[in-house]
């Protein structure tokens, strides 16, 4: 990962190795809006090194200088650095560090124009050959793209000491079979090692805080399991509505956009045993083994344990909201979910007969991501059960957005004559404990990547993992099996969801 | 400037306030808890650590609190400032308050504190964090057991991080002994007017002061920059292998940056202190000199002028050669001492820079 270089302080934040970023879809929206951004932060946070250069390679018309001015216009629309990052181009502008290759991805010439600018780069710049490819562009275009680079041989680093690497964006597939393709077609270029799928929701710093909160501390690990916790609910809760994505939506609706990835992420780690170490794949490991441990859904469990969900107009934070059919993009009969509530176990020896259930919808009352576990009753309660109406059981809430923290919740003595007890929350705020301001999520990433740890990013077999858990209920939806519940924007979901938790004596939480 | 003023800097709104002349430290810290029950009301804590600074006077007092206003919401959760005179107040005694309606002998002697208290809320994130100062004003003979002042206000459990800003602890003050980290900074203290053997032996106070527990230099914490920039000029296969072969170096800058920067690169990369150059400058500059395969290469960090602006740059003979300038961040002490007050343990780093700076002096 980091060379022996003593001047480099073991506590201090790591540099980025001089090295060459190829960003593909440099004229796209996640170009300008999250890794310009984080690339103009590194820069002004002195994580980037005075050898580095970006290459842009996209179809639109530009040069060097162009592409550079329009991304550093993008990034001051969106509130960049200011002061401190003038320089930061400038310095770029002086340098020849921003390059531009106009090109089609399919077209073998473009390969050929993108290597000798990195050769330049690496003769005039020292980059020594590091590269780091950033595929910014549609899925259809990942195998095209990872086909030319190992035609071209831009796939394996040309000396020992350096590094070639590849972050893919999601989705990774559209179920398990097209990721099993996509990952073999990858693969015929990059060995697994170089590859690094990048999901966003672990770049935050919350999410990453499971982990501290899990294995830093003697007092929660103890209760982690079955023999305390009744149940577990999952909620990625989002206000808005598709927006503008209402055709990218149509294709792949809630279950591929949220549950595949983000909630099975959230899951491995709430699920996941202690590592024995925190090395990259130390912590993978145990990821895919928890993952590996849930109950595939039979066809009968996709009708009785699975619920789907669509928007209709309502009320959304005081505003009146459009149904999902009336969107922008969107068929008027669409049958696509944008909510999906589900129950899941899983086999083994922390968590059976645990039920985990997820949530996840469009169009609910507030964006929030929370996980929650409901503990088990006491055995025995010496109370009245008029003393102990207001008590509910204890929960133990992870925040992760938009409050990140804690929260605690467990039953106190309600002050006065009589002895009544009602349940508390304590809680615990992220933002109001530390000194230290958080990085960005893609900026954390993209300084990983750079650097060499894998340990946020997604192995292929984490992946094959969730689209195994995800697969049957699309082949079940795809049949029409399952019928199709309806919910007013503004609501905690349909009806049926509900029901899911009725049935079992249990409610769903109000985050 | 005024407490308005810094107040609508930092987005910090002040919620409750409390003063009292001539008062028993019990008196302020009932006062404070009354205060913090109305807080808890209006705004979220968690609490990270105390904060003490000790300055001589009012004007030094606002000063510190400027700074810890200016960490926002990255303030500690507790500050405390120590208001405390210098010994030799012989003459006249008028601005102390106390006394004049008492009237016995030696009321110099008399132990005493004014206090002020207030608790505050930023915002931060969208939700109003707290966080409370206490301005003590001591006499007497109290000045010489701060210890017993400041111990009542400590937040239970949590780190006590003591804050001297321009000036080195005697070795007996009691407030070693509670402190769980000092924070100094040598270039105020070599600046503040003293003789030049009183400069000389900064240095080897503070090395004496660290090996009895943590200390945080903030003119350490400001050569952050120079050093990561240097480290950073050293990664990757073409530019990793000049380490092996440092020729020169030479740092120019303030007396203890030039000499702590100097001692760092020396003991880090074992370069005799005979190839270690230093000289005089308003502002710092780190040159280091190397060779591979014949070729040299100077790799140089530099500020060069008021400007705040850092250039680093590598030119090797004949290849690759890459700059870049970067825009230092404003308001320093805030920033320096914010820095500091994330880091909790020993700073081996900066004990290994003030042990070469010595080798430095003692070859100068």
Redesign the interface.
Known sequence: MTTDNPLVEPSADRVAPPAVLVVFGASGDLTSRKLMPAIEQLAVRRLLPAAFAVVGVARTEMDDDDFRERMRTTVEKMGGGGDEAKHVWDAFAGSGAFRYVAGDYADPSTYEQLKGVLDELDRDRGTGGNRLYYLATPPATFPVIAEHLGAEGLNTPRRDDAFVRVVIEKPFGHDQASAAELDEVVHRSFEESQVYRIDHYLGKETVQNVLALRFANAIFEPVWNRRYVDHVQVTVAESLGVGHRGSFYEQAGALRDIVQNHVMQVLALTMMEPPATFDPDAIRDEKVKALRAVTPFGRQDVVTDVVRGQYRAGWVEGEEVLSYRQEEGVHPHSLRETYVAMKLHVDNWRWAGVPFYVRTGKRLPKRVTEVAMTFKDVPHLPFASEQAEGLEPDALVLRIQPDEGITLRFGAKVPGQAFRVRSVSMDFFYGAAFLEEPPEAYERLLLDALVGDPTLFIRSDEVAQAWRICDPLLAAWEEDDVPLARYESGTWGPAEAHELLARDGRRWRRP | MSVAARQARANVTTIGSWEGDDVSVSAVEAALSELRRHEQRAA???S?LTLVAVVPDDGAASAALDVVYD?G????SRTIVLVVEADDDSDDDSGGGAGEDGGEPGDRQHSGIDAAASVHVVE??G?A?CFEDVVLRVRGTARHHLDSVIEPFAIPDLPLVVWLPARLPAPGDPLLAVADRIVVDSRAVAGAGGPGGERSSVLPRIQALARRLPVTDLSWTRL??W??????????????PF?REIEEVEVVGNYGPRYLLGGW?SQ??RVPVTRVRLAPADHVSITVTAVHRHRTGVFKVARHGAER?IH???E?DG?????????M?HQWPALAL?DA???MGR?E?YCEALEGALRLRAVA
């Open positions: 979220v804590r968690t990270v960490l919401a990255r303030h500690p931060h994130g939700r964090v952050a920059p050093r990561s920039l240097l480290a950073g000029l050293f990664e990757g296969p073409v530019y990793s380490l690169v880090r990369l602006v680093s740059s590598i090797i290849g690759p050669s890459v700059s870049q300038a970067l825009r961040r914010g007050l994330t880091r700073d780093v």
